[in-house]
C-alpha cells in the first residue's frame, strides 16, 4: 500500500530565509508527486507536481521539489520565504490510474517577520 | 480549469441529524472523490464516486454512514448520515482533470460542526 510522510510537522522559519519541507513516499509501482498549499480556511492549491522527466519540479509561487527515486523522496523547497507563505502544506501521491491521492499529514509552515 | 463548487460552504448541525453536500462541477468530470479533513488532520479519502454504479468506499468508511449520489458527470453529494460530534469536519470533493495522471482539484469544502 502507498503511504506519504511529512517528517516535520512543523517548520518555523524567518521571512527571507530559505525552507525545506520534507517528504517521502513508498510505493511498489511509479508514482506521480504532488504538493499541495491550504491557506487558512481556504481549500487545496496545487503548487507543483512530478508526472515524469526531469526531476527537478518548479511550481507556483518560486516553489520548486525534487524527485529522489532512491531516496523515495520528494522534498518541497524556495529560496526566500515571505509572510505570505504561512500556509499548510500536504504531499501526496497516486499511483498507476486509480485517480485517487493518498496524503501526508501535513506541515505547517510559519513565517516570522 | 473547470470550475467546482461545495453547498453548503459550512453549517451547525445537531446530533442525530444527516446532512447532504452537494458538488458541482462546470464541466464533465470521470473521476470524482470525497475527502474529509479533521480538525488539524491530514484529508482522509472517503470514496470514489462513480457515474451510474455505487461508490467504491475506502477502509473505515461505509455506505450506510455516508451515502453518495453521482446521478452525472458534473454533480454528486455526500450526506453524512446520523451525524455525532466526531463528524465534526471539512468534507471535500474532487476532481481529476484530464484523465489520469491529471491534476486533482478540490472545491472549497464544507465545514461542518455538529454539536
Known amino acids: 500500500a502507498q503511504s506519504v510522510t511529512q517528517l516535520d510537522s512543523q517548520v518555523p522559519v524567518f521571512e527571507e530565509a530559505p525552507v525545506e519541507l520534507r517528504c517521502n513516499y513508498s510505493s511498489s509501482v511509479s508514482v506521480y508527486l504532488f504538493w499541495y498549499v491550504q491557506y487558512p480556511n481556504q481549500g487545496l492549491q496545487l503548487l507543483l507536481k512530478?508526472?515524469?522527466?526531469?526531476?527537478l519540479v518548479k511550481g507556483i509561487n518560486g516553489f520548486e521539489a525534487e524527485f529522489n527515486k532512491s531516496q523515495t523522496s520528494f522534498h518541497l523547497r524556495k529560496p526566500s520565504v515571505h509572510i505570505s507563505d504561512t500556509a499548510e502544506y500536504f504531499c501526496?501521491?497516486?499511483?498507476?490510474?486509480?485517480?485517487?491521492?493518498?496524503f501526508g499529514q501535513g506541515t505547517t509552515l510559519q513565517v516570522k517577520p | 480549469s473547470a470550475v467546482i463548487s461545495q453547498k453548503p460552504s459550512r453549517d451547525i448541525c445537531q446530533r442525530g441529524t444527516s446532512l447532504t453536500i452537494q458538488c458541482q462541477v462546470d464541466s464533465q468530470v470521470t473521476m470524482m472523490f470525497w475527502y474529509r479533513q479533521q480538525p488539524g488532520q491530514s484529508l482522509t479519502l472517503i470514496a470514489t464516486?462513480?457515474?451510474?454504479?455505487?461508490?467504491?468506499?475506502e477502509s473505515g468508511f461505509v455506505i450506510d454512514k455516508f451515502p453518495i449520489s453521482r446521478p452525472n458527470l458534473t454533480f454528486s453529494t455526500l450526506t453524512v448520515s446520523n451525524m455525532s460530534p466526531e463528524d465534526s469536519s471539512i468534507y471535500l470533493c474532487s476532481f481529476v482533470a484530464g484523465g489520469p495522471p491529471g491534476e486533482l482539484f478540490f472545491g472549497e469544502g464544507s465545514r461542518l460542526t455538529v454539536l
Open positions: 464516486a462513480n457515474q451510474g454504479s455505487e461508490a467504491t468506499y
Open positions: 512530478y508526472l515524469s522527466g526531469s526531476t
Open positions: 501526496a501521491v497516486r499511483s498507476g490510474n486509480t485517480g485517487k491521492l493518498i
